[in-house]
């Protein structure tokens, strides 16, 4: 099979605090799986994702897309780097961060991880 052209994909941001600092990235492919399980691709460059383990809480956001910039400015910039919570209008709900104004905003347990 040939692809010509880019396959569309929603924009997501998933966010935590561990230990006392903040982590955000975007996360281009998630999909449900079951009635209560989500499974993400997340690149190994990712702050985000090398600070996540097993028995995290982290923040899930759909992102609409009004809120391109918002996915581009938090997907540009490496999480240690910069305060991320300055990048959106970010809202906590119990443990997790998830973005204002999303699609879809979701609190999410991390089960496993698997590289």
């Excluded at 975007?26 to 999909?31: D, E, G, V, Y």
């Excluded at 449900?32 to 994702?49: E, P, V």
């Excluded at 305060?83 to 979701?106: H, T, W």
Aim: proline share 1%; hydrophobic share 45%; charged share 20%.
């Amino acid at each position: 099979m040939e692809i010509h052209g880019m396959v569309a994909n929603g924009v997501n941001v998933v966010a935590m605090e561990k230990n006392g600092a903040f982590f955000a990235m975007t996360c281009a492919w998630a999909t449900q799986i079951d009635y209560d399980r989500l499974i993400m691709c997340i690149g190994g460059q990712s702050d985000t994702g090398k600070a996540m383990e097993a028995g995290d809480i982290i923040g899930f956001s759909a992102l609409s897309d009004k809120q391109e910039d918002i996915g581009n400015s938090i997907g540009s910039k490496h999480s240690k780097n910069i305060d991320k919570r300055s990048l959106a209008p970010f809202e906590k709900i119990g443990q997790a961060y998830v973005v204002g104004g999303a699609v879809n905003e979701l609190v999410d347990k991390v089960i496993d991880i698997a590289h």
